[in-house]
């Protein structure tokens, strides 16, 4: 896959920061921001980007060079009157001419799933897919779109005015966040000299009939940087550690310089019963959460997630769902509550079985067979013997042993039935710990063994 980042802006709005670095330059965590636009691409196989420049391009070149120490390769180009955000890609057209690309504005940072991105534009077949959020009606914005129940982008509003903003939006408008994915074809539909993708290019689509789409991007973390207020609430959020960035490697500190890092390790965890309550009803039958209302998550699992994030993990949840089966949990109800916890506990998948072998027959997703930890390893690229699984029953611990990972753990106080059905069975985990952050820091003493 191939991408362009736009990095020529000078940055009015962020100045003086900007009076001796290009806008994509200034640095966050000792991090220029276009480093972590790079990273991003690099950690969703995207090994071939062009970066467009126009102020200080010395000090983007400098710093990159051709892209080696990043494992990817660069291509720059000058714009000695800046072309706009899509005239900008007429400087690479037998770089972009070939397959699906994407273009990525160059002030934002943001952990997007830009694997899912690609497949999700390719499945709906139009000519581009922007990343849309929702955002709270407050001043009219500069631009918004409008989609139908398919999510084809109908119309775009350039510069309401505040009435016909509060007209038309009553809740909340859909936001351009500047990151697209384009089929080739676009580079058609581009004139020589300035353009801008908003103001020109997607009016003109929509005029001639070529379908766009929007991708919601509201469950990841993304905050433009161009004005200084952004910047720092961005800043600020990264330092303090309040959002974290899965396609960081951990800084390895003198305590830590022994553990045994893995690019693309995983910790594989049960869902209800680890990180939310189980539901009880009256005749102690276990249920699943059925609306977000029910769904109570568990002392001490966002810091142990946390914790599993800064050793440099994916957060995968691997969850048999037979409620779905049932009729108990309705599908939309668990893909809302499933969002809801990704974006609360900053997981970044989770894997469903909806099935019952007695209600839909056999399948192979149901734990403890295998199939969704199969399909997180392919979509991620999982490094399963360097992963671990955390479950509170031995169904999940036998789903980790089939799988091969690492260690398996078992979360809960032991309790003599439990042990007994484990004996039975002859189904043991390695570990039994009373939370996640004991198994972070049990996983933390294997790494460094």
């Known amino acids: 896959m191939k991408a362009i980042i736009l990095a020529a802006g000078r940055g009015e709005r ?32 995207i090994n071939e980007i062009a970066i467009n420049t126009s102020y200080l391009p010395d000090k983007i070149k400098q710093y990159f060079g051709t892209g080696e120490k990043w494992g990817v390769k660069l291509y720059f180009s000058y714009e000695p009157e800046m072309l706009g955000t899509s005239g900008a890609l007429n400087n690479f057209k037998d770089l972009l ?23 999700y534009h390719k499945s709906k077949g139009g000519i581009i897919t922007t990343a849309l959020r929702k ?55 581009i004139p020589k000299g300035f353009s801008d993708f908003a103001k020109d290019i997607f009016p003109h689509l929509l ?67 680890v990180i939310n309550e189980n539901i009880y009803k009256v005749d102690g039958k276990i249920m699943s959460p059925a609306t977000i209302n029910q769904v109570k998550i568990i002392d001490n699992v966002k810091e142990g997630i946390q914790k599993f994030k800064e050793m440099g993990f994916r957060i995968i949840v691997i969850t048999n769902q037979p409620g779905v089966a049932f009729g108990y949990v309705n599908e939309n109800k668990l893909k809302e509550i499933n969002e809801f916890l990704k974006k609360e506990l900053k997981i970044d998948e989770i894997y469903c079985c909806p099935h019952h072998p007695r209600l839909t027959g056999e399948c192979d997703c149901r734990k403890p067979k295998i199939g969704l930890i199969e399909k997180a390893k392919k979509d991620f690229k999982i490094d399963v013997k360097n992963s671990y699984f955390v479950g509170d029953s031995l169904s999940d611990i036998q789903t980790g042993q089939n799988a091969h990972v690492k260690k398996t753990f078992r979360i809960g106080i032991p309790r003599l039935d439990i042990l007994e059905l484990q004996h039975k069975a002859g189904i043991f985990p390695d570990f039994t710990s009373p939370n996640l952050i004991e198994v ?3 996983i933390r003493k294997l790494g460094k063994k």
């Open 14 to 45: 962020l100045r003086p920061l900007t009076d001796t670095l290009p806008k994509p330059m200034i640095p966050i965590m000792k991090k220029p921001v276009l480093e972590y636009l790079i990273l991003l691409c690099k950690n969703h196989g």
């Open 97 to 119: 001419k070939d397959d699906d690309f994407f273009v990525i504005y160059g002030d934002s940072i943001t952990d997007i799933d830009l694997t899912k991105f690609m497949k």
């Open 135 to 189: 955002k709270p009606i407050s001043k009219p914005p500069a631009s918004f779109l409008f989609t139908n129940s398919d999510l084809q982008v109908t119309k775009f509003v350039e510069k309401p005015s505040d009435e016909l903003f509060h007209e038309l939006c009553k809740e909340f408008y859909l936001s351009n966040s500047g990151l697209y994915v384009c089929s080739p074809k676009i580079l058609n539909y």
């Open 207 to 273: 005029t001639i009939g070529e379908r766009i789409y929007a991708f919601m991007i509201d469950e990841y973390y993304f905050r433009e940087i161009g004005k200084i207020e952004k910047y720092e609430l961005c800043k600020n959020e990264l330092e303090s550690k309040q959002f974290s960035l899965p396609y960081l490697k951990p800084e390895i500190t003198k305590k830590q310089e022994n553990f045994d890092f893995h690019e693309n390790k995983a910790i594989f965890l049960d869902r209800d019963g």
């Open 440 to 442: 972070a820091e049990e």
